[in-house]
């Protein structure tokens, strides 16, 4: 199970790859490296090397890319309508997966679309997080925030990384 | 003798007054008083078993609402740790969420985090307790707070289940309660979620109608009835809250009041204080006029007190 796991997780990587657009060899394994930078804004690009993490999912992209290779889907939510999978030719996670998931449009377009499935349809962010984040928890990779995104200034800004913590045992004054 | 009667009278008037408005109001009350929340108000669904306890939703809230600078950086997870007379980390001026950790000792992917913040709930008790009104119910499902109109009196902080709201103790001049708004003001009321819910690497947290969450959420618990509770807590607690949770280990362990039942705290005092109006405006007037009838001849004539009861006693 654990190394199955990882296999899926290295799909989805893939997928990933597949986000950057690179076209080197799309058709069977997908790229070597996908170049992740949605999260611009805080972290630097994560260089994400999909070459190593097809491996690692022993070639079965269905570990990470849902029903869109042509296998069943392993989600039962997805498995209701997408029963055999299907090869569409959309690989790419963000071709589902919304970048812009929490902006009033594509939540106003959620609104007239009801379909509970695609409801629960997580963001771009969530589904590369919750595929390679639960992965790398149950499979010893790496699982700390910056272990995968350098932090930029204004992600330090954010965090308040300038603040140095009290050392133990002195009060706060907090309530 | 006369004396005695006069009690009897005025006992037998208070009596048949109490019973009018014991057997009166209630049911009206009972009928019309409960109120389920707005139509397609929005929620938030959290799922526990996603949180890896990153605090970037307590960073994301901070810079939002432009709270002053925590004692730690939001990336330090000591504060997992941290203790106050044997309580986890609570909401405070300065944090309106904060995310707590809960050790397992047979779960597969470790212990469970869980954010906390306001829950938003159909019938606030803070809303219900306070007279002023600084609270509001807003047709999207935030209690907003109106610091402006706020006397401090931190009834609201007594009267919340969930011991959510906090107070500016630090400020001299103008104290006032704390609490998370579902960031009404900077996003609910243009459509978007609430900052965490954003900021959330793991969408932890499903921003949508409260309707529709609480069928995605019990959809969730079918598909995979042996990894959820089968429970999704605020669905119905103190009668339904905005910000609901879901977990794969029991709520008891993770710091959750399963005591609370279904009803709203409201239901536990409204028929009080129905009496209390009729109490403060009724009585005054009836007593009153009891008064002035039984002594309508001793002003006038400026008789010994015997006579006037006399006169009552013919009436």
């Given at each position: 199970m654990g190394l199955s796991r990882v296999k899926s997780f290295m799909i989805l990587?893939?997928?990933?790859?597949?986000?950057?657009?690179?076209?080197?060899?799309l058709a069977e394994t997908g790229p070597d490296t996908v170049v992740l930078d949605s999260l611009a804004e805080f972290y630097e690009p994560v260089q994400f090397n999909h070459a190593v993490h097809v491996d690692l999912a022993e070639?079965?992209?269905?570990k990470c890319h849902h029903h869109t290779t042509g296998a069943a889907p392993l989600e039962p939510r997805c498995l209701e309508c997408h029963k055999g999978g299907s090869d569409g030719g959309v690989y790419a996670c963000r071709d589902c997966h919304p970048?812009?998931?929490?902006?009033?449009?594509?939540?106003?377009?959620?609104?007239?679309?009801?379909?509970?499935?695609?409801?629960?349809?997580?963001?771009?962010?969530?589904?590369?997080?919750?595929n390679c984040l639960t992965c790398h928890v149950e499979n010893g990779g790496p699982a700390g925030c910056q272990d995968c995104h350098a932090r930029n200034?204004?992600?330090?800004?954010?965090?308040?990384?300038?603040?140095?913590?009290?050392?133990?045992?002195?009060?706060?004054?907090?309530? | 003798m006369k004396n005695f009667n006069r009690r009897n009278f005025l006992k037998g008037?208070?009596?048949?007054?109490?019973?009018?408005?014991?057997?009166?109001?209630?049911?009206?009350?009972?009928?019309?008083?409960?109120?389920?929340?707005?139509?397609?108000?929005?929620?938030?669904?959290?799922?526990?078993?996603?949180?890896?306890?990153?605090?970037?939703?307590?960073?994301?809230?901070?810079?939002?609402?432009?709270?002053p600078a925590p004692d730690k950086p939001f990336d330090d997870l000591s504060v997992f740790e941290e203790r106050e007379n044997g309580q986890q980390r609570r909401t405070s001026e300065r944090a309106y969420t904060v995310v707590n950790r809960y050790d397992q000792t047979d779960r597969k992917s470790?212990?469970?985090?869980?954010?906390?913040?306001?829950?938003?709930?159909n019938e606030p008790a803070c809303l219900t307790s306070c007279f002023v009104n600084a609270y509001t119910k807003t047709p999207e499902g935030a209690v907003a707070y109106n610091s402006k109109v706020c006397v401090g009196c931190r009834t609201c902080m007594v009267a919340c289940p969930f011991y959510v709201p906090a107070y500016s103790y630090s400020s001299v001049i103008n104290p006032v309660v704390k609490k998370c708004v579902m960031c009404y003001d900077t996003r609910l009321k243009f459509g978007r979620p609430p900052a965490c819910v954003e900021a959330c690497p793991q969408e932890v947290m499903t921003f949508g109608h409260r309707d529709d969450l609480i069928n995605l959420g019990h959809e969730r618990i079918r598909n995979n009835p042996d990894k959820y509770v089968d429970h999704i807590y605020g669905e119905k607690e103190v009668g339904g809250t905005a910000w609901m949770y879901m977990s794969d280990v029991p709520f008891e362990q993770l710091g959750f009041n399963t005591n609370l039942g279904n009803e709203p705290i409201i239901s536990y005092v409204k028929d009080f204080l129905t009496i209390v109006p009729m109490v403060l405006t009724i009585w005054p007037a009836l007593f009153t006029g009891f008064?002035?009838?039984?002594?309508?001849?001793?002003?006038?004539?400026?008789?010994?007190?015997?006579?006037?009861?006399?006169?009552?006693?013919?009436s």
């Open positions: 990587i893939g997928s990933l790859g597949f986000l950057a657009g690179a076209g080197n060899g070639g079965k992209c269905a970048l812009k998931r929490f902006e009033a449009d594509y939540l106003a377009a959620l609104d007239g679309d009801r379909q509970r499935f695609h409801l629960d349809k997580p963001g771009l962010k969530g589904a590369l997080h919750r200034a204004k992600g330090d800004a954010l965090f308040r990384a300038d603040i140095v913590a009290p050392p133990p045992g002195q009060p706060t004054g907090g309530h | 008037g208070l009596a048949t007054g109490l019973a009018a408005a014991a057997t009166g109001a209630p049911k009206p009350a009972a009928a019309s008083g409960t109120f389920g929340g707005y139509p397609n108000s929005m929620g938030v669904l959290v799922d526990f078993t996603r949180c890896v306890g990153c605090r970037s939703c307590e960073a994301a809230c901070n810079k939002e609402q432009g709270l470790g212990p469970v985090f869980r954010k906390f913040q306001c829950n938003h709930c008064y002035l009838l039984a002594n309508r001849k001793k002003a006038g004539v400026g008789a010994e007190k015997p006579e006037p009861k006399q006169e009552e006693k013919k």
